[in-house]
């Protein structure tokens, strides 16, 4: 079953931030959170992941709270091809690494 | 980046027949690959994980004699949908990974229809 819960949808304004949250109030010590997305009847895409520090590439940045019960993806510019489903999982290293994935959050950059 | 592919992309069927869809690692040895069906409009549902030489271990409720799994090699991994019906149809996503790198890797999905 699904560990996280994200909001169903939200809008961001082209060049402008995204920042989607992502609750998973019942992480365990050594449960990494990983980030994809998946636009339209395609694959889903890796974006980011991390286990307790705050970690940035080439597409996002990830933000841990301190106590691990949440995080956030920041987009820093978001373009009109960011508009996807985004999906925050949590995998669990002891259990086969299966990743359980719960509803995401369909964004929508608005032009 | 590690690439993963689906053969075929669309598959149209008849009821009753079986279906092969093979997911195929690219650029690297994948120890473990997953099957996922999605439905419109819904989050992909994981059905199995698959060891190279191994059986795959099913979610549950998912009927592993309709649902046939086998990763004989570290770059290919088949489902065969056995004796398909309408409501078998869906888009069938596979992933990899290897034991140097935890990420899943995408396949870019099949869609099957079943007539």
């Known amino acids: 079953d699904a560990k996280t819960t994200q909001p169903t949808s939200m809008d961001c304004a082209e060049g402008r931030a995204a920042n989607l949250p992502c609750n998973h109030s019942t992480i365990s010590g050594n449960e990494y959170v990983y980030w994809y997305r998946q636009i339209h009847s395609q694959g889903p895409q890796y974006i980011i992941h991390?286990?307790?520090n705050n970690e940035t590439n080439e597409m996002a940045s990830l933000i841990i709270t301190e106590d691990r019960k949440s995080s956030t993806l920041i987009l820093p510019h978001a373009t009109l091809r960011d508009t996807a489903v985004y999906y925050c999982i949590v995998r669990t290293p002891s259990t086969g690494n299966q990743f359980y994935f719960g509803t995401g959050t369909s964004l929508t950059v608005i032009p | 980046g590690a690439v993963v592919s689906q053969h075929p992309s669309r598959v149209i069927c008849k009821s009753g027949t079986s279906v092969k869809i093979e997911c195929r690692s690219l650029d690297f040895q994948a120890t473990t690959m997953f099957w996922y069906r999605q439905f419109p409009k819904k989050s992909l549902m994981l059905m199995a994980t698959s060891n190279e030489g191994s059986k795959a271990t099913y979610e549950q409720g998912v009927e592993k004699d309709k649902f046939l799994i086998n990763h004989a090699s570290l770059t290919l991994s088949t489902l065969t949908v056995t004796s398909a019906h309408p409501e078998d149809s869906s888009f069938y996503i596979c992933?990899?990974?290897?034991?140097?790198?935890?990420?899943?890797?995408f396949g870019p999905g099949t869609r099957l229809t079943v007539t």
């Open positions: 992933s990899a990974s290897s034991t140097s790198s935890y990420e899943q890797y």
């Open positions: 991390g286990l307790k």
